[in-house]
């Protein structure tokens, strides 16, 4: 059973900083990133790093928001460096990791994992 454990989250003003930290109970991944849902949106991606490093950025955080991961044999830890932090970063964020199993005979299959969330609050 793979667990992501969150923590990081919480008050702060604006033009602050947070940082966001997930642990995976997952050796092998082929990536973890940050999705964020605010009241009455749809859930939307943050930022994302693949296993060989890549990283992907929603516009709206480019510039402030850093993700980078460490590995340690069977846990993979991603971090969400946030900085400048705008009322409108204001969300529960959600740490996600994917991973593509190869299944002999199979067509690889896609697992996709959640963490519970944790709320980051901008506010003055």
């Known amino acids: 059973q793979v667990q992501l454990v969150e923590s990081g989250g919480g008050l702060v003003q604006p033009g602050g900083s947070l940082r966001l930290s997930c642990v995976a109970s997952?050796?092998?991944?082929?990536?973890m990133g940050w999705y964020r849902q605010a009241p009455g949106k749809q859930r939307e991606l943050v930022a994302r790093?693949?296993?060989?490093?890549?990283?992907?950025?929603a516009d709206s955080v480019k510039g402030r928001f850093i993700i980078t991961i460490s590995r340690d044999n069977a846990k993979n830890t991603v971090y969400l460096q946030m900085n400048s932090l705008k009322p409108e970063d204001t969300a529960a964020y959600y740490c996600?990791?994917?991973?593509?199993?190869?299944?002999?005979?199979?067509?690889?299959?896609?697992?996709?994992?959640w963490g519970q969330g944790t709320q980051v609050t901008v506010s003055s």
């Open positions: 996600h990791v994917r991973n593509v199993r190869v299944v002999p005979g199979r067509n690889p299959v896609e697992d996709n994992y």
């Open positions: 997952i050796g092998s991944i082929n990536a």
């Open positions: 790093i693949s296993s060989s490093g890549i990283t992907n950025y």
